[in-house]
């Protein structure tokens, strides 16, 4: 199992970025997704996640509720996270992770992933 997070940047605050997360040697629709970010000093803590299948539960962190979305294609074994009206506080290297023991819903609790991504630095700051 492979994870491949991309798309990170060094954007001002307000500004947008799509994160993607490319799954191989995974039957990627069997499992629920997450993304993680850690901000230097900080633990790693979890920003959203998205149920397997269609997706049809998602959870948000309160700091980025209603700024960030995350999204699905199994079609192409790829999770998505949509950072909109970014902040300098959203500044941190973003983790996306499987979970395999979870079936109808998704975890906020990072223990719940066993897979994980390399990672991607994400850079707010005017």
């Known amino acids: 199992v492979q994870l491949q997070a991309s798309g990170g940047g060094h954007l001002q605050p307000g500004g947008s970025l799509r994160l993607s997360c490319a799954a191989s040697g995974v039957s990627f629709r069997d499992y629920a997704i997450g993304w993680f970010r850690q901000a230097p000093g900080k633990e790693r803590e979890a920003v959203t996640c998205?149920?397997?299948?269609?997706?049809?539960?998602?959870h948000y962190a309160d700091s980025v509720q209603g700024r960030f979305t995350i999204s699905r294609d199994n079609a192409k074994n790829t999770a998505y996270l949509q950072m909109d009206r970014l902040k300098p506080e959203d500044t941190a290297v973003y983790y996306c992770?499987?979970?395999?023991?979870?079936?109808?819903?998704?975890?906020?609790?990072?223990?719940?992933?066993?897979?994980w991504g390399q990672g991607t630095q994400v850079t707010v700051s005017s």
């Open positions: 992770a499987i979970d395999r023991t979870v079936f109808y819903h998704c975890s906020m609790d990072r223990e719940s992933y066993d897979k």
């Open positions: 998205i149920s397997r299948g269609g997706g049809s539960t998602t």
